[in-house]
């Protein structure tokens, strides 16, 4: 290969290497003010769709971290919508005894239209992401197979009778404790949580792990495993170890995500586990 062809190849080259290279500080100080600024706007229009969906395109069209930045504002609004939207859906399911998505739909237009406004934030999360450069976004579709889940693990819902055990009762009393003290709400015992909160402790001793995330199939998540016992869940705080009730309660509340899940103002209900050297406690609206 003659040299004068090398040398521009290698030029060529560099100048590629310069063209992809990091943006400047100030480059990305720039975005970061703009991703700012979209977040703003967009929980400013919180009452006004229009406006929304004016800035979605705005980011979408601006392409880069813009629309992954503004997915988080946009995520955070979904993630919220959803948490009520579950526990609105299981009191439908059983007030009903219908299993149709379509007839519940048919039944509850307030049921209807907080569907219709959590799909579209699902879609725009989706297209976010999409345009930020990430692999293609199926929010929407998980959205309608946990509806699905919901459904059909609501309905088959038996009577489950559960007898705390003293441990079990005393992470109830002082949780309620820990809630009277910061003036909120004390939570009701849901059995079927508490029998959520078993099960998942047993999968732990049984196939050692300590994780929200589960291996074990069909049991993923924490939603997902409330939902095999017909209910729902909203949070859930792990421990582990030959400790005290009280020692298991100070450890969740030296921990920030642990203490925002126990001290959520709107948190109803609560299902406490032990099995051996696991504990769980899951919390619901």
């Known amino acids: 290969m003659p040299r004068c062809l090398l040398f521009l190849i290698c030029i060529f080259f560099l100048a590629c290497r310069v063209t992809a290279a990091p943006t400047s500080a100030e480059e990305k100080k720039a975005t970061n003010q703009q991703i700012r600024k979209l977040a703003e706007r967009y929980k400013a229009a919180g009452a006004d769709p229009t406006a929304q969906r004016e800035i979605i395109e705005q980011a979408i069209a601006a392409g880069g971290r813009v629309p992954l930045g503004l997915r988080t504002t946009v995520y955070g609004n979904y993630s919220k919508r959803t948490n009520a939207y579950w526990t609105q859906l299981r009191k439908l399911v059983i007030k009903t005894k219908d299993t149709s998505l379509d007839n519940l739909l048919a039944a509850d237009a307030d049921f209807r239209s907080n569907r219709e406004t959590l799909l579209q934030l699902a879609n725009v999360c989706d297209r ?3 345009a930020g450069g990430e692999t ?7 959205f309608r197979a946990r509806e699905e889940k919901v459904i059909q693990g609501t309905a088959r819902r038996k009577k489950i009778s559960i ?4 441990d079990e009762r005393e992470i109830l009393k002082l949780t309620n404790l820990v809630r009277k003290k910061h003036g909120l709400g004390k939570l009701e015992i849901d059995t079927r949580l508490v029998a959520t909160a078993r099960d998942h402790c047993v999968d732990m001793r049984k196939h050692d792990f300590f994780a929200h995330e589960s291996p074990v199939e069909g049991k993923q ?8 016992f017909g209910t729902t869940a909203n949070a859930e705080n792990l421990a582990a170890g030959d400790v005290t009730p009280a020692e298991v309660v100070q450890g969740w509340l030296e921990s920030p995500g642990h203490r925002s899940n126990l001290l959520q103002p709107d948190m109803k209900r609560t299902g406490v586990g032990r099995v051996g050297g696991y504990w769980t406690a899951l919390y619901g609206l």
């Open 128 to 130: 976010l992401q999409v």
């Open 136 to 142: 293609e976004a199926l929010l929407s579709e998980s």
């Open 163 to 166: 007898r705390l055990t003293k």
């Open 221 to 228: 998540t924490p939603f997902d495993r409330a939902i095999l």
